[in-house]
């Protein structure tokens, strides 16, 4: 290693733990503190943000990556070091753009309107949150400007959750995902989801132990990985060997159980990151597309799919004897698979999920573009829920406030969540090619074969390759709508027999 990547390493680790130690500040914030805390938590967030970008854009590090150039270009580019000075300067050029005083606002902006939303959210009310949304907007505006003016202003927020995509590019696939989805949403309408076999109830103790059950069967260990309450349920980590996931409960559904499963995904992709990237900026998930990719596959793909099934149902039976007791495994799978348009994303059955992904886009893009007032949003989210699924908003806290995402300002993360709904089933096919028994194992509880694949082609690559490099790699081709939309096909197929 030469002394100039001596520093430069150096002077990113120092970055990295400011990073994290932010990171345990805003877990805490969501899980343990107390809404006392919420002010001067936004400052102290907004003061290590503050001084992580100063550390981070500071011109000696610009120096140092220049110094590099040569080094890096007799590397071998897939190696540790030459991507990690190609992501370094990548995140560098980008970070140097934005003042850290603007940097410092969107951080403390993004807590005050943490909080205001939680309270919003509780009392359904819309007005009470809006001029802190007023000012995510506005801040967000703000930061697009500085850089240079993109094919569209949409396109340097998403940038930041999913480098290299674009808004033309991420329309085009939510049109081809529209068409497709759309007449599946009306037929299975036409059908009818008949009464929910899983209403419970499910006493949240008992939730609680099943859950830690599944998790250890997938690879949770107590050593490395806790488990917590959030309203709105995350993954994050503080180190490779330092993982936090969050769940909610609820008495009548078992949705806190996939939702565990769902971050375990996130979760599991971090802990498999190679170790030898720790505290540089390679550590961690390369996108939140291919990050949603691992989520969906561990909640949808494995959990509600037919073979992990037989190993679930004893278990969840065991656990709530009365709440299953007319229930065989088919219909457990049945009842887990329940197509049902619904108000609550995240509680969303596979169908029906990207249409509340396509909707957030869609408003996210008028208010960057100034196409849709902000007092409008509400009226504008609901007519939307009624086209696309038939559905009526009762009030805006199961309406446009059910999500925390605005209150933080983070606008162009939605999309990733469909892109990585679309990932996971491209790469779930590449698994099942690879692990021809795959099925078999999963009936056994299996999945140390499939964890070892998804971490030997994916995880413990961090951030070393870009997003599109990184999923060519692993599944040998760009992103892919086709095998999505069939997968959903033959899925309904098995379950309801549509035509
Ligand atoms: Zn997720």
């Given at each position: 290693m030469t002394e100039a990547l001596r520093e430069l390493s150096a002077r990113l680790a120092e970055v990295s733990d400011l990073e994290r130690a932010a990171r345990v500040l805003g877990w805490d914030q969501q899980t343990m503190m107390p809404p006392g805390g919420a002010a001067a938590r936004a400052e102290q967030l907004a003061t290590l943000g503050?001084?992580?970008?100063?550390?981070?854009?500071?011109?000696?590090?610009?120096?140092?990556?220049?110094?590099?150039?040569?080094?890096?270009?007799?590397?071998?580019?897939?190696?540790?070091?030459?991507?990690?000075?190609?992501v370094a300067r990548r995140d560098y050029e980008k970070a140097v753009r934005v003042p850290a005083e603007l940097r410092a606002e969107m951080l403390r902006a993004a807590s005050l309107g943490h909080q205001a939303w939680v309270d919003a959210r509780a009392a359904s009310d819309f007005p009470g949150f809006l001029p802190h949304l007023q000012r995510n907007v506005d801040l967000a505006l703000r930061y697009v400007e500085c850089f240079e003016p993109a094919g569209e202003p949409y396109d340097v927020l998403l940038d930041d959750y999913e480098e290299g995509a674009t808004t033309a590019e991420v329309r085009a696939v939510f049109e081809q995902l529209k068409d497709g989805l759309l007449p599946l949403v009306a037929s299975v309408g036409e059908r009818g989801g008949g009464p929910d076999p899983l209403r419970g109830p499910f006493p949240v103790d008992t939730q609680r132990r099943v859950i830690d059950a599944v998790l250890a069967r997938l690879g949770f260990d107590p050593g490395s990985w806790r488990l917590d309450v959030a309203a709105h349920p995350f993954a994050t980590t503080f180190a490779v060997s330092d993982v936090r996931l969050t769940t909610r409960y609820g008495e009548g559904d078992l949705s806190a159980l996939f939702g565990a499963m769902h971050e375990f995904g996130h979760g599991l992709y971090e802990r498999s990151v190679s170790p030898e990237l720790e505290r540089t900026p390679l550590a961690g998930g390369v996108s939140l597309g291919l990050h949603e990719s691992q989520s969906r596959l561990w909640e949808n793909l494995v959990g509600r799919g037919r073979p992990f099934c037989r190993w679930l149902f004893p278990l969840v039976r065991e656990a709530f004897p009365d709440a299953l007791r007319d229930l065989d495994e088919d219909g457990f799978y049945r009842g887990i698979n329940r197509i049902v348009p619904s108000l609550i994303r995240v509680d969303a059955d596979e169908v029906t999920y990207c249409l509340h992904v396509i909707l957030r886009f869609e408003l996210e893009l008028e208010l960057m573009n100034g196409t849709i007032a902000l007092r409008e949003l509400p009226e504008a989210w609901n007519a939307r829920m009624l086209e696309y699924l038939g559905v009526d908003v009762p009030d805006d806290a199961r309406g446009v406030l059910q999500d925390v995402h605005w209150s933080g300002g983070t606008f162009g993360y939605f999309p990733t969540y469909a892109l990585g709904t679309i990932m996971s089933v491209q790469i779930w096919e590449q698994a099942q090619a690879r692990i021809p028994d795959l099925d078999a194992q999963l009936e056994a509880g299996e999945v140390g074969e499939l964890r070892e694949w998804l971490r030997d082609g994916l995880h413990v690559h961090g951030r070393k390759f870009t997003p599109q490099e990184t999923l060519e790699r692993l599944v040998g081709g760009p992103l892919d709508a086709g095998p999505y939309l069939a997968y959903l096909t033959r899925k309904l197929d098995g379950l309801y027999a549509v035509a």
């Open positions: 503050r001084i992580a970008h100063e550390r981070f854009t500071a011109p000696e590090i610009g120096r140092l990556l220049e110094r590099l150039r040569p080094h890096e270009e007799a590397l071998p580019p897939d190696s540790d070091e030459a991507c990690l000075i190609r």
